[in-house]
């Protein structure tokens, strides 16, 4: 048998346990799909990075996109984090969750005047201004409600993250951010402006990144930005350094820890004597989370074996829309394997988990997990097909909690029904 993929998701007598949880005697009382999460592995990720960061001033701001269900917030602001938000939405989560406004940052390309005075009249830490002409609008706004609005200026410093483009953000040709040579001009605007203040610099390159170096390289770039900003009397707060460490997805892959990206950025971050604020996303919750689905049919055609469970894209897009690969794994451990395509119940060709994988002998009925889904799960999730979006469960030791009850049809079409 192979090893378990990681310490949270674990066979016992052939049989898998989110940590001491059944998953096959959960599924018996909850019925399926459901995500579930392990408490365990959300507490060890947040102190690997409270303890990597331990020795410099670091705010660590969990990107609510990764996944914003309510309980799990309450974990990550329990435990001293603060929130990256992108969208009034996850404001509100945010402020739903209990994080202090102090400790909120807000990114985002296209906030509307609804979001800007909301977070404006919330005193958040920092808007994370990506244009000019957001500068302009939030320094009117800001005026309007006879406030000042705390502003950092999201650079673009041109680095390759080297990872998937649809989720690389830091090149000069995406529409994130200022570019690097634009920043000294900007910068000199903002602090002109009568409602901001200006209090940090701000950038993000990428996610899922597997290789630090890359990290070294945006630093090295922003904190020389900071210097020249000095040099014209432009004095900051913190230096931003956005989210994008990545995490385990094939069983083979070894990604870089907290520690590890600490010791790239630290040394140069230091040189400034700012404060440094991080983002991290997915390399928080994304171990955390298994999608839990049951096998509906065995389809066997010539050329190939379709496994059909009753989870689809809606529930997980990330193989639709990026390739991602899952590991997928049986919820009992089988000896005998096949080789099939893992695939959902949803009318489109890319409705699927794995393609010619390698998985246990599964038959009608079974069950069957999707490893790393903890981040960009859920959180990504749709009604198409008129699907009720899965339960999430939260298991500690050996208790479970339902965090998210499952929706029903009479849900899904409310806000329709209201007006016919
Ligand atoms: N900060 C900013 C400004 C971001 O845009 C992001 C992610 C993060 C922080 C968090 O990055 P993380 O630590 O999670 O890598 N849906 C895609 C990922 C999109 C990431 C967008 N921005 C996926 O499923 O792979």
Do not use: W
């Not at 346990?17 to 959960?26: A, G, R, T």
């Not at 994370?128 to 609008?137: G, H, I, K, P, T």
């Not at 096998?295 to 496994?307: L, Q, S, Y």
């Amino acid at each position: 048998m192979e090893g378990n993929f990681n310490d949270y998701f674990v066979y016992k007598n052939g049989k898998l346990y989110c940590e001491d949880v059944s998953i096959q005697n959960l599924s018996t009382k909850i019925g399926t799909p459901f995500y579930i999460y392990s408490k365990k592995a959300i507490l060890d990720m947040i102190n690997q990075y409270k303890d990597a960061f331990k020795d410099y001033p670091t705010l660590i701001c969990y990107a609510l996109k990764a996944n914003s269900n309510l309980s799990l917030l309450r974990i990550f602001e329990e435990n001293g984090l603060g929130a990256d938000i992108v969208s009034g939405g996850e404001l509100y989560k945010a402020k739903k969750a209990g994080f202090p406004s102090n400790k909120i940052v807000y990114a985002g390309v296209g906030k509307t005047d609804a979001e800007i005075m909301y977070a404006i009249n919330e005193n958040i830490l920092s808007f994370n201004v990506e244009s000019v002409m957001e500068l302009d609008v939030i320094n009117e706004i800001a005026g309007k409600q006879h406030k000042k609005a705390n502003v950092s200026i999201r650079i673009n410093p041109d680095v390759d993250p080297k990872t998937h483009p649809y989720i690389s953000t830091g090149l000069k040709k995406s529409k994130f951010g200022i570019d690097i040579d634009e920043g000294l001009d900007v910068y000199k605007k903002a602090v002109k402006m009568e409602n901001l203040k200006v209090v940090g610099i701000h950038c993000h390159i990428g996610s899922q990144i597997m290789d630090v170096s890359v990290y070294k390289e945006a630093v090295e770039k922003i904190v020389n930005l900071v210097f020249q900003l000095k040099k014209e009397g432009i004095e900051l707060e913190f230096i931003d350094i956005g989210g994008g460490l990545g995490v385990k997805y094939y069983p083979q892959d070894i990604p870089p820890t907290p520690y590890d990206l600490a010791n790239t950025i630290l040394p140069i971050v230091k040189q400034t004597g700012l404060k440094l604020i991080i983002e991290p996303g997915r390399s928080l919750i994304a171990q955390a989370g298994a999608l839990i689905t049951k096998v509906i049919f065995i389809k066997d055609k010539k050329e190939k074996h379709f496994v059909i469970v009753d989870s689809g894209m809606n529930d997980l897009i990330r193989p639709s829309i990026y390739n991602a690969y899952h590991h997928i794994i049986t919820v009992e451990e089988k000896t005998e394997k096949m080789i099939a395509d893992i695939v959902g119940p949803i009318c489109e060709t890319g409705d699927f988990f794995g393609l010619d994988r390698e998985i246990g002998k599964v038959n009608r009925g079974d069950l069957i997990a999707i490893l790393s889904a903890g981040a960009y799960g859920s959180s990504m999730a749709s009604n198409y097909n008129v699907r009720p979006k899965a339960m999430e469960v939260l298991v500690d030791g050996d208790k479970y909690k339902i965090i998210k009850e499952r929706e029903d049809y009479q849900y899904i079409s409310k806000l329709e029904e209201e007006v016919v």
